[in-house]
């Protein structure tokens, strides 16, 4: 990945799987700021193939999950070099893709940190679970739900690295969130926020659908349909 990862403790279980203690991976270029943090988390993957030294996993269960999504003042993502579809090298199989062949994925009291500087957006959901599968680090799909300033939401999306074309869908639920400042980002989806200053206050109920697939704001601003209301 690239990151520089701090690690209290790494335990190979007898009977297959590895248990990490208090995981950080650093953001890039800052090793001393992680933009992930885990209390505790095991990988079951067989003891074959950890002697073989093959770690294809098929279960991830993580417990006290703390995880940072930046969008930068310039519009990038912090994590997008993680998530975007790899390129094809010359005499390489298109149609392969690096990650696990099928991992499921279970994380059980997470706290997600979702930072916008652009529109000086800053929230946080709490007692986040969520579920999800990874397949050859092509197709990524999950479901999670949590609370979000005093309020509940549920999400589910999808997302398919298909080099060229990448494609996402999803869905969210939110009900009875209080509005403040950190709130801001939703001036792209309700017009009458998008003035310089974020000044609503009350509560919000909403869902929301999109799809849309591309690689480029072109490709995007051809595919994305989409629908939902706010109240």
Request: proline letters at 4%; hydrophobic letters at 35%.
């Amino acid at each position: 990945s690239g990151r520089s990862v701090d690690l209290d403790r790494l335990t190979v279980c007898f009977g297959g799987g590895l248990d990490l203690t208090n995981l950080k991976i650093g953001a890039p270029g800052s090793p001393a700021d992680p933009w992930l943090e885990a209390a505790s988390l095991h990988l079951d993957v067989g003891v074959f193939q950890i002697l073989r030294g093959r770690y294809d996993g098929t279960a991830l269960d993580v417990d006290g999950l703390r995880l940072r999504v930046r969008r930068r003042a310039d519009g990038t993502f912090e994590l997008a070099d993680l998530v975007k579809a790899q390129g094809t090298s010359a005499g390489s199989d298109p149609q392969t893709c690096s990650g696990p062949t099928n991992l499921q994925v279970h994380v059980r009291g997470a706290e997600i940190h979702l930072i916008d500087e652009p529109t000086q957006g800053d929230v946080v959901l709490k007692d986040v679970n969520g579920d999800g599968t990874w397949e050859e680090g092509r197709t990524i799909t999950g479901t999670m739900n949590g609370m979000v300033n005093g309020g509940d939401f549920r999400f589910s999306g999808a997302l398919n690295r298909i080099p060229g074309r990448p494609s996402f869908e999803g869905q969210l639920f939110a009900d009875r969130v209080m509005l403040d400042d950190g709130m801001a980002f939703l001036r792209y989806l309700v017009p009458v926020m998008a003035g310089s200053s974020f000044r609503v206050k009350g509560d919000m109920t909403m869902e929301a659908y999109l799809r849309g697939d591309g690689e480029t704001r072109e490709m995007l601003r051809q595919t994305l349909v989409g629908n939902g209301r706010i109240m």
